[in-house]
Structure formats: structure tokens, C-alpha cells
């Protein structure tokens, strides 16, 4: 979940200071803020695209790369978040779910840190190249991963999905 956290490190702290240091009013700032991260937060409503044709690996890693390239990354996180719960046992995903969250947010740290700093130090093309780089080295642990065959889902089966209200299987929904 690095490269998520990354991200927004980018969206939430180095854009704002690099508008500010351009003079652009608060408002506008925190108005283009608000709109950059709304693909993000509702890329939920396309994630059951997810289950179609490829694997969850194959979604995860050309999601992260299509990110890295147009820093869209929401659908990146839904096919990792998917992908590493099917391969775990699902009394463990609770945990799986404590640390990918503090990987978000600890990258997210870090990349507002060190965004800053490569901007200020580096010419724009090279600080962006080292930042390119520092968002797509995490997906290299992807090839230690299980990574089970794509759901043969249609796009309509798994979106009908998403709809539905969630059954636990404990009974306790009932």
C-alpha cells in the first residue's frame, strides 16, 4: 500500500506547497485539492471491474504503473486490498487491513517529506523521475506474492456484487 500513501503524500503536501509558493490564494488551492482526490475516493464504484478477465496481480501491478504515470491510484489500491485477502486466511485479514493502513499512511508521511525536498533540490524533471521510481519500487514484492487465477466473472456479475448487501457467513447478518 506504499505507493497509495506515496500518493497522496504528493497530492496532500508537496502540490499545495508548490501552488503556494506560486501565489495561488488558499482556496483555490484547497479547491483543486478536493477535486484531485475525488477519482480516489470514488473509484469504489468501478472496482468490480477487478474481477473481470485478469488476475489480481495483473490489476495491482498495471494499476500501480498507470498511477506512477497519471497518479490515479484508487483502483490500485482495491485490486492490492482484494488480491492480499485471497490469499490469506480470513482470521488474518483484520491484520492485513492494520498494516496496509499503516503502510498508507507511513508512506504518505514519507513522500510528503521527501517530495518537498527532491522538488527544491533537483531540476522538475529529475525530482519527478525519483519520485516515479520511489512509487513503483514496492511492486517488485508483488513477485513473492500467490497470486490465485483471474475470476472468470462477467463485469455486469461482479458489479451486481457491489450492490448487493454483504451476508457474513456467521449467521450474525441474519
Same mark, same amino acid.
Not at 63 to 66: G, K
Given at each position: 500500500?506504499?505507493?497509495f500513501?506515496?500518493?497522496g503524500?504528493?497530492l496532500?503536501?508537496?502540490v499545495?506547497?508548490?501552488?503556494a ?10 479547491s483543486l485539492?478536493?477535486?484531485l482526490?475525488l477519482?480516489?475516493?470514488?473509484s469504489?464504484?468501478?472496482a468490480?471491474?477487478l474481477d ?5 496481480r495483473w490489476?495491482a &501491478?498495471v494499476?500501480?504503473? /498507470?498511477a506512477?504515470?497519471?497518479l490515479a491510484v !484508487?483502483?490500485?489500491? *482495491?485490486? @492490492?486490498?482484494?488480491? #492480499?485477502?485471497?490469499?490469506i486466511?480470513s482470521?488474518?485479514?483484520p &491484520?492485513?487491513?492494520?498494516? /496496509?493502513?499503516?503502510a498508507n499512511?507511513g508512506a !504518505?508521511?514519507l513522500? *510528503?517529506f @521527501?517530495?518537498?525536498? #527532491? ?5 522538475l524533471?529529475l ?5 516515479a521510481c520511489i512509487l513503483l519500487?514496492?511492486?517488485t514484492?508483488?513477485l513473492?506474492?500467490p497470486?490465485?487465477?483471474p475470476?472468470r466473472r462477467?463485469?455486469r456479475?461482479s458489479f451486481s456484487g457491489?450492490l448487493r448487501?454483504s451476508v ?7
Open positions: 500500500m506504499s505507493p500513501g506515496f500518493y503524500g504528493i496532500f503536501y508537496a499545495p506547497q508548490l501552488l509558493a506560486r501565489h495561488i490564494p488558499e482556496e483555490r488551492i484547497a485539492t478536493g477535486l482526490i477519482p480516489g475516493v470514488l469504489f464504484l468501478v468490480p471491474i473481470v478477465r485478469f488476475s489480481r490489476y &501491478t494499476c500501480c504503473a /498507470l506512477t504515470a497519471a !484508487g483502483l490500485f489500491a *482495491a485490486a @492490492l486490498g482484494g488480491w #492480499l485477502a485471497s490469499v486466511p482470521d488474518r485479514r &491484520t492485513l487491513s492494520s498494516w /496496509l493502513n499503516v499512511i !504518505g508521511g513522500m *510528503a @521527501l517530495s518537498v525536498r #527532491l522538488i527544491r533540490h533537483f531540476s524533471l525530482a519527478v523521475g525519483l519520485l519500487a514496492p511492486i514484492i508483488f513473492l506474492i497470486a490465485p487465477g475470476d462477467l463485469a456479475e457491489l448487501p457474513r457467513s456467521s449467521g450474525a447478518a441474519r
